[in-house]
């Protein structure tokens, strides 16, 4: 796997988590000091951007696995593959080709910052306009909540659509290596 794809993801997940964070800080009562640009809060912010979208990315995961799995499984049963666990997808594509593994990759890569954004903007929409609520700003909470349930969907259609074409290139690449297998076998 792709060690430095799961850094940045993380990063994104994380960075977008401040769209809540700051909000619910200050429901708290905690005044956020992350306009102050100094060393000490930025030693901390990395770390605790990364480790908050490692969360993220976890919860999001848990939450859409069903979600994911009857979409992996509709796809695959369209294309008439059979169904694989993820790791021996990678096993079945490295046997093959390296090279597939890193498309599979890329685009999984994708999926997870997608399904991160996604996540982020679920958990927005219930603090944000919470948020301006507490804060007594009626305008603000209806035109906060007409933003983020746009925002929301087109982020939770991305994350669909890349999951979708994640699926899709692994159930063809494990068409195209059952079909050549079948042609080594009738060779032998």
């Known amino acids: 796997m792709n060690s430095n794809g799961l850094f940045i993801e993380y990063f994104i997940s994380g960075g977008f988590s401040l769209l809540w964070i700051y909000p619910l800080l200050k429901i708290f009562g905690i005044e956020p000091c992350l306009l102050e640009l100094n060393v000490k809060i930025f030693i901390v912010a990395i770390p605790f951007t990364y480790v908050v979208g490692m969360l993220v990315d976890f919860y999001a995961s848990f939450l859409l696995k069903k979600l994911k799995l009857k979409y992996r499984n509709n796809i695959y049963h369209e294309h008439e593959v059979c169904e694989h666990l993820y790791y021996e997808t990678i096993f079945e594509l490295t046997s093959y080709n390296k090279d597939l593994v890193k498309h599979l990759e890329m685009r999984d890569s994708r999926v997870r910052a997608s399904r991160g954004i996604f996540f982020n903007f679920i958990i927005s929409l219930i603090i944000i306009p919470l948020f301006f609520i507490l804060?007594?700003?009626?305008?603000?909470?209806?035109?906060?909540?007409?933003?983020?349930?746009?925002l929301t969907i087109s982020s939770g259609l991305m994350w669909k659509k890349m999951l979708r074409l994640s699926i899709l290139y692994q159930a063809k690449m494990l068409k195209l290596i059952e079909i050549e297998n079948k042609k080594k076998s009738h060779r032998s």
Do not use: E, H, R, Y
């Open 135 to 150: 804060a007594n700003k009626i305008a603000i909470v209806i035109c906060s909540i007409i933003i983020l349930i746009g």
